[in-house]
């Protein structure tokens, strides 16, 4: 009753709805229609929360290939929701919250406690309030990134479910989107389908990531294989890709790739062999029961597209054994990654644990070789050495061999920090900068110190001697780097399987806003991790004059702190790419934590929150009643002990909080519509009580500290300023000290710095308003022959102040909300009319003798004509019509935006765009598609609406486009 609010309820029982209903129901599939704009027509047929969690329930869980196009149109859909779905100053942290939210909701079903506390997470995100935001971030170990959205933030090293990886494509880039990654190359062993492809550069181009594949290979180093990863270059789109893909000389090494892959999937099947024969049993002592056997069938179908590795077979097994635990009533005393040391290493020294047999081609080529026939591929390609297992003179000696040909070393792996492995970044990156300098000095002693250190630890002759090799040809060395640098990279290897691993993610931590930065450094913050390694990166400021401009801003624009007016403000980051790696001066961050369990489910600080009465998870209309009332107390107070006159004592408090929220709501009112009355939503629509309970709740407080201590104690009694003595500095005192009170408490609400300098200002601009309204107060108790006038305006100048604030709040938040909302609906009606005009010059091209625009003239030829030709350009085009029209009828500020749209658009566009709109003539046609599916099978709304309205739209389009 106390904690938790109906809507709550509601989003849990929507959210386990599309959970237990089947995935691939056509209704709901309805809904990631791309040509549907979230704000559009489907808002009548599902809400919000239906629709984000349909398309993040189609992500999620699914590695089926044949989903790939399902889970494109779902990334797609639920990126358009979440960045639509949520206004004010954090819109993009907001909807990475509202993801990373929904994501453990879906995935908390059993535990209703938790469901319901998910559940209010998310639709307080949803209100899109910067300390809500903040506060989640924190909960859900998200770093704040900047809204602007140029952090540099990469991984050079992930996998997905193709290889080793847990996650889709699609899935893997929704989560670094989450993370908020940019930059990232997704490993591939051996060989990479067209299909898999196709879908991560697809995924990558919905959310503005950019994307690189590598193929990482195995080349012959002595008694074992050294990994390189080739990484073809300036292949842009996932067209190009797939052209290149079919060229028959890549597809000879892809087809030779996968015989390596095979290959190396025996030997995965050989220790799953040995461990059912023999290694399982020497668990039993350990365990307390027998271990069963594993399934070879079930196996394979646990790796699924991805290609089998000692990491699968090592989680396949632990959850088998976790199994077999719980059954035998016990607890399961062994790690997956103690299963894997225990029972999975190779008894050989074979590279890989590759079984014996035939070896594939390309395991029996060297690093150079392998190189140099990747190399005569139809591309520019990169090779980055992956120093994993290797060392220093490893890292010489390959750099040597190749001539030149490796252009980039991995200079830090975090998957190996993790597991203990030794790291030699320091001294090879050390040598990659001296070859980058062609220090000849520096590269004499680097080597002789090599061979020296080599002697001490008893390696092989041998080594030694080619060490001694690479010395004496120590001009060849120091020129095969002159031209092209030695580039460097970081990466996590993250998989999203092993446990006590470090998720994806490296962020630049002075890129990050300042909260971020706080955020990494408190010392009692262990999830975030910085590495020995430091890039400078250094901020770029871009003034671009605005295109539109008129001679008042341009004017205004030549003062100094202005010039935002007259010019577009782009910052980004000019990256060095020439890190150094110091154990004690890193810069870099990791921002994923360590990773502890492999079930998927909710975070670990989630699940082990106690199930306790918390003030977050109070019902909202409650808390907002708890948040006047404590407000109200001291304002009523204030006044009751203070005023002898009984209108001031008892209704004083009533007079304050009402200025404020007549205040909230007519500003509300005016920022979403003004005084028009073509928008279907009512008044109230527009006002967030949320908002007008905590501007009531610190307006209160407000009351003892202008009325008294600073009115009453400190300008009467302190310094005999009153209404009468020295109106100016009395009114002119109060704004400055309640401007400090207000973004005093801004601050403390996490709002942004523009809006607590704002609010400051607005006091100082309230002073020559407030001295009016005194004066004109003043003229009236005057004129109406009331006594002791200036006694008077003593007791009333808090009130006088406090309204004079409010005014030009009104205006200046008022202005504010407006242009966000005004912003949202151009943002809204330019993809919109994008679409309305490309569906146009597809009708140009289906009849290029005839005038598309006396096509649209005639909707009823035109469709029989459109539904011969092409038959989805009927239902794009009857979508966007739509669209628009719920646009102007339920969207705030619609009206502004569409007729500046105008007034851009030359004659020929907006009598297009008057014409596209003529297709909702076709009632029938119209109700048809309704009827069969075109939002879903919540359609009545939408009919009704379409049913009711379309006259009435169309009529004001004629209008509008004169």
């Known amino acids: 009753m106390f904690f938790f609010d109906p809507?709550?309820?509601?989003?849990?029982?929507?959210?386990?709805?599309?959970?237990?209903?089947?995935?691939?129901?056509?209704?709901?599939?309805?809904?990631?229609?791309?040509h549907l704009h979230p704000r559009g027509i489907k808002e009548l047929a599902a809400s919000q929360d239906l629709r984000i969690a349909h398309a993040a329930s189609s992500l999620l869980d699914t590695i089926d290939a044949g989903a790939a196009a399902d889970r494109l149109n779902a990334l797609r859909s639920l990126r358009d929701e979440v960045l639509n779905g949520t206004q004010g100053a954090m819109r993009v942290n907001a909807a990475r919250v509202l993801v990373e939210v929904m994501k453990h909701l879906l995935r908390a079903r059993g535990d209703d406690r938790l469901q319901l506390e998910l559940a209010h997470d998310f639709r307080s995100a949803t209100t899109g309030r910067p300390a809500v935001i903040r506060a989640l971030l924190r909960r859900y170990h998200l770093l704040e990134m900047p809204e602007e959205w140029n952090q540099v933030t990469f991984d050079h090293h992930v996998h997905d479910a193709n290889t080793k990886g847990r996650k889709t494509p699609s899935h893997l880039i929704m989560d670094a989107w989450i993370k908020g990654i940019r930059k990232l190359t997704v490993i591939h062993y051996n060989h990479i389908t067209p299909e898999a492809a196709d879908e991560l550069l697809e995924a990558a181009d919905?959310?503005?990531?950019?994307?690189?594949?590598?193929?990482?290979?195995?080349?012959?180093?002595?008694?074992r294989f050294a990994e390189i990863i080739w990484t073809p270059s300036d292949i842009g789109s996932s067209d190009e890709f797939l052209n290149f893909l079919s060229e028959d000389a890549v597809q000879e090494v892809l087809r030779l790739g996968r015989e390596v892959s095979r290959f190396q999937e025996a030997r995965v099947l050989d220790l799953l062999n040995e461990y059912n024969t023999r290694r399982r049993f020497a668990l039993k002592d350990k365990l307390g029961f027998e271990p069963p056997a594993a399934d070879e069938r079930a196996f394979r179908a646990f790796v699924g597209a991805g290609q089998a590795s000692a990491l699968h077979l090592a989680e396949f097994l632990h959850l088998g054994l976790a199994e077999a635990a719980a059954a035998a009533g016990a607890p399961l005393p062994i790690s997956q990654k103690d299963l894997e040391k225990e029972c999975l290493a190779p008894d050989d020294s074979r590279p890989h644990g590759a079984p014996a047999g035939d070896t594939p081609f390309l395991l029996s080529l060297t690093p150079l070789q392998l190189i140099d026939r990747l190399s005569r591929l139809p591309c520019r390609s990169r090779f980055i050495l992956n120093l994993s297992g290797l060392d220093t003179a490893d890292a010489l000696e390959l750099l040597y061999e190749c001539r030149g040909a490796i252009t980039g070393l991995e200079i830090f792996n975090l998957k190996d920090m993790a597991s203990g492995q030794p790291l030699h970044s320091l001294e090879i990156n050390e040598l990659r900068q001296i070859l980058n300098k062609g220090n000849v000095v520096g590269l004499k002693n680097f080597i002789m110190k090599l061979i020296r250190g080599q002697e001490e630890s008893g390696a092989p002759p041998e080594r030694t001697e080619r060490l001694r090799a690479i010395l004496r040809d120590m001009d060849t060395l120091k020129t095969m780097y002159r031209r092209a640098p030695l580039k460097s990279r970081i990466g996590s290897d993250s998989a999203g399987r092993a446990e006590n691993t470090y998720g994806m993610g490296f962020a630049i931590t002075h890129t990050l806003p300042p909260r971020a930065q706080r955020e990494i450094k408190n010392p009692g913050n262990s999830f975030y991790k910085k590495i020995p390694v430091n890039i400078a990166a250094y901020r770029r400021v871009t003034w671009v004059p605005r295109p539109t401009l008129g001679p008042a801003a341009a004017m205004l624009g030549r003062l100094p702190g202005m010039q935002s007016l007259s010019h577009e403000i782009k910052v980004d980051w000019q990256r060095n790419y020439n890190p150094t790696v110091d154990r004690h001066k890193g810069n870099i961050v990791t921002l994923g934590g360590m990773r502890e369990s492999t079930d998927g489910g909710a975070p670990a600080n989630a699940e082990k929150r106690p199930a306790r009465k918390s003030w977050t998870y109070l019902n909202t209309g409650l808390k907002n009643q708890l948040k006047v009332l404590i407000g109200f107390l001291p304002a009523f107070a204030a006044f009751a002990l203070t005023k002898d006159w009984w209108l001031l004592a008892y209704c004083g408090a009533f007079i304050w909080f009402g200025i404020t929220g007549v205040r909230n709501v007519i500003q509300s009112v005016i920022a979403g519509r003004g005084f028009h009355k073509y928008s279907l939503l009512k008044w109230k629509d527009y006002v967030s009580w949320e908002r007008v309970a905590d501007s009531l709740l610190y307006t209160g407080f407000s009351v003892p500290l202008l009325d008294y201590l600073v009115k009453t104690v400190l300008l009467d009694r302190g310094m005999g300023v009153t209404t009468a003595t020295n109106p100016v500095a009395l009114y002119a005192i109060m704004a400055l000290i309640n401007g400090l009170y207000i973004s005093t408490h801004n601050t403390l609400r996490g709002l942004p710095r523009a809006a607590i300098i704002g609010n400051f200002f607005r006091s100082i601009l309230s002073i020559p308003l407030a001295i009016a309204f005194n004066s004109a107060f003043g003229g009236f108790l005057v004129l109406a022959g009331t006594p002791a006038v200036d006694d008077m305006l003593q007791k009333w100048a808090a009130i006088i102040s406090k309204f004079a604030s409010d005014c030009v709040a009104g205006m200046i938040e008022g202005a504010a909300d407006r242009r966000i909302n005004v912003a949202q609906r151009l943002s809204d009606y330019h993809a919109k009319i994008g679409q309305v005009f490309s569906a146009y010059a597809r009708l140009e091209l289906l009849f290029p003798e005839t005038s598309a625009l006396e096509k649209l003239e005639s909707p009823k030829k035109l469709l029989s004509s459109v539904r011969h030709e092409a038959r989805d350009l009927e239902q794009i085009m009857i979508i966007n019509a739509l669209d628009l029209m719920y646009f102007w009828m339920y969207q705030p500020r619609s009206r502004t935006a569409l007729l500046a749209i105008l007034r851009d658009m030359d004659p020929e566009e907006r009598e297009i765009f008057k014409r596209s709109h003529i297709v909702?003539?076709?009632?029938?046609?119209?109700?048809?598609?309704f009827i069969d599916g075109l939002i879903g099978k919540n359609f009545k709304h939408g009919l009704a609406f379409y049913l009711s309205m379309s006259d009435r739209y169309l009529s004001t389009i004629r209008r509008i486009t004169q």
Not at 9 to 34: A, M, T, W, Y
Not at 920 to 929: G, P, Y
């Open 920 to 929: 909702l003539t076709r009632q029938k046609e119209i109700s048809r598609l």
């Open 7 to 34: 809507q709550d309820h509601d989003l849990l029982k929507i959210v386990n709805d599309v959970i237990g209903r089947d995935k691939g129901r056509k209704s709901f599939k309805k809904l990631l229609n791309p």
């Open 206 to 223: 919905i959310m503005g990531i950019s994307v690189r594949i590598g193929l990482e290979f195995p080349a012959r180093f002595h008694d």
